[in-house]
């Protein structure tokens, strides 16, 4: 079965570090690929996705991933940490044009001033 | 502005109760989809359908039922709330054809509370 692995749960940065996190997904072929960001008490926002192409994907907020098959990773960046990122943050993989779509756990991000 | 609409915002539901929780988009997505959020536990799929008329259960799809009249509603209902149904409740959208595919769209949320 599809799955998705977010291996930290809570991650915690001071203000102007970088950041990445951390996603692997299992499945036979590519699929879509997804950054989503909730702030606490609100819905789920798309920050990026990977379809085809350019494995190096920008998004909005200053976020990028990239995408590496050889390690069915889909790793999330952003150079300098700002304290508005504090989040909870989800990958998901879609397949089939989204009639499947598997989310990973979330890793909580906290951001020290 | 096009989105996702739910309500109640919040609700705090007396156990055996009956609840509908309400999900409307205006974006003419053919799919949409009812998730809950557990802390620890994620976002998990309670029903889904891919078409107007259609729809399917997702992974936790017991207690729970949905309806799909139209293209643009989606209610939830709780036949008889139990306390385990406390939850965080999202509905979401996306267009699974094949060339207009590009994510899912989520609502703010319902948070249910069962006493």
């Known amino acids: 079965a599809q799955s998705v692995t977010q291996p930290d749960i809570h991650i915690t940065v001071s203000e102007g570090a970088s950041l990445e996190l951390r996603c692997n997904y299992s499945y036979g072929a590519t699929p879509y690929l997804f950054w989503y960001v909730q702030s606490p008490g609100q819905g789920l926002q798309l920050l990026l996705k990977y379809f085809s192409g350019d494995t190096l994907v920008q998004g909005i907020k200053g976020f990028e991933a990239e995408f590496k098959r050889s390690q069915s990773s889909f790793n999330l960046r952003k150079p300098s940490v700002h304290w508005s990122d504090a989040a909870e943050y989800f990958c998901?993989?879609?397949?089939?044009?989204?009639?499947?779509?598997?989310f990973g756990p979330g890793t909580r991000l906290s951001v020290l001033p | 502005i096009a989105g996702i609409t739910q309500a109640p915002t919040s609700q705090i539901l007396a156990a055996g109760r009956r609840m509908t929780l309400r999900c409307t988009q205006d974006m003419r997505h053919n799919a949409m989809y009812w998730y809950r959020q557990d802390l620890g536990l994620g976002l998990r799929l309670i029903h889904y359908s891919n078409t107007a008329g259609t729809t399917g259960k997702g992974e936790v799809p017991d207690g729970y039922s949905v309806s799909r009249a139209n293209t643009d509603d989606f209610p939830l209902t709780l036949a008889s709330a139990v306390p385990s149904q406390t939850s965080v409740y999202f509905c979401?959208?996306?267009?699974?054809?094949?060339?207009?595919?590009?994510?899912?769209?989520f609502g703010s949320g319902t948070r249910l509370t069962v006493v």
């Open positions: 998901a993989v879609g397949y089939n044009y989204g009639q499947n779509f598997v």
């Open positions: 979401a959208s996306s267009d699974s054809s094949r060339d207009r595919f590009s994510g899912y769209t």
